[in-house]
């Protein structure tokens, strides 16, 4: 923190709460009260239960949670797998070839989430590679949408790697492919976990797109909450809602301990 006055300290760690409270603590905690009440006519929620999260760790609600657990696991191992190739390819390319890798990654962001589930919808429900109504078409259009986050990250990190170690490795006559698995990728490893996590914690909230691909027997999460709000049940979706953050959480935790240790090696 670049304020070197107690006063100023005080000052910016003021403003950082009220600007957290209102736009990020509060809508939170909101959820987590409404998950636990029965009815909501004041200013507070009213008629404590845990009846809702009884229904979020149950029945279709729990296979929802398996789904998009399935779901983010495997687009995020996807996505880190061509997206880490991508970038090494990349850093290997001509000016004009990377700036060409560049926008093809950072494509689907450009355009809404929705576009991209109607573009994976519309070029897979003909042969010869007929996805539609499956679970792998969902998880390919998860793995479109989070790539370019796998992508930027490992690029990046690539670009501030010291090529000294590799060079150290092949002059003592190691083959490209062991300096890539046992000098570059280790070297990669923080990286590599922190756009893993990314990837799974943006899988595991994505909607839009989802909406237009899932199948009837592949329902993840976030479906299942928009389902439940928009059949009235606000309470029982926002304990979906609570459960779908705490999974997310723990995810991303084990995934930041596997990144602290990777710093450290």
């Known amino acids: 923190?670049?304020?070197?006055?107690?006063?100023?300290?005080?000052?910016?760690?003021?403003?950082?709460?009220?600007?957290?409270?209102?736009?990020?603590?509060?809508?939170?905690?909101?959820?987590?009260?409404?998950?636990?009440?029965?009815?909501?006519?004041?200013?507070?929620?009213?008629?404590?239960?845990?009846?809702?999260?009884?229904?979020a760790t149950s029945g279709a609600s729990l296979q929802a949670l398996t789904t998009s657990l399935v779901t983010a696991a495997a687009a995020s191992v996807t996505a880190l797998v061509v997206g880490t190739w991508a970038a090494l390819a990349a850093a290997s390319l001509g000016r004009r070839g990377k700036r060409f890798l560049d926008a093809l990654f950072m494509l689907p962001l450009a355009v809404p989430s929705v576009v991209v589930g109607l573009a994976?919808?519309?070029?897979?429900?003909?042969?010869?590679?007929?996805?539609?109504?499956?679970?792998?078409?969902?998880?390919?259009?998860?793995?479109?949408?989070?790539?370019?986050?796998?992508?930027?990250?490992?690029?990046?990190?690539?670009?501030r790697l010291d090529p000294m170690y590799a060079q150290a490795a092949a002059s003592l006559g190691a083959r490209p492919a062991y300096v890539l698995w046992r000098v570059r990728l280790p070297l990669l490893l923080p990286s590599l976990t922190a756009a893993a996590g990314l990837c799974f914690a943006l899988s595991m909230g994505e909607l839009s797109a989802t909406?237009?691909?899932?199948?009837?027997?592949?329902?993840?999460?976030?479906?299942?909450?928009?389902?439940?709000?928009?059949?009235?049940?606000?309470?029982?979706?926002?304990?979906?809602?609570?459960?779908?953050?705490?999974?997310?959480?723990?995810?991303?935790?084990?995934?930041?301990?596997?990144?602290?240790?990777?710093?450290?090696?």
């Open 120 to 159: 994976v919808l519309v070029a897979f429900s003909r042969p010869p590679v007929l996805l539609n109504g499956t679970r792998w078409i969902v998880i390919l259009a998860h793995t479109v949408l989070v790539m370019a986050f796998a992508y930027t990250s490992v690029s990046a990190a690539h670009v």
């Open 1 to 55: 923190m670049l304020v070197h006055s107690r006063a100023g300290t005080w000052a910016v760690r003021a403003v950082f709460l009220l600007l957290f409270v209102p736009l990020f603590a509060l809508p939170l905690l909101v959820i987590l009260a409404a998950s636990l009440a029965t009815h909501w006519s004041g200013v507070l929620p009213s008629g404590p239960t845990l009846d809702h999260y009884e229904a």
């Open 211 to 265: 909406m237009m691909l899932y199948p009837p027997d592949w329902t993840p999460l976030p479906v299942q909450i928009f389902a439940a709000t928009d059949r009235g049940s606000l309470f029982t979706g926002a304990a979906v809602a609570v459960v779908l953050m705490a999974a997310t959480l723990l995810v991303l935790f084990a995934v930041s301990r596997v990144r602290t240790r990777a710093s450290y090696r």
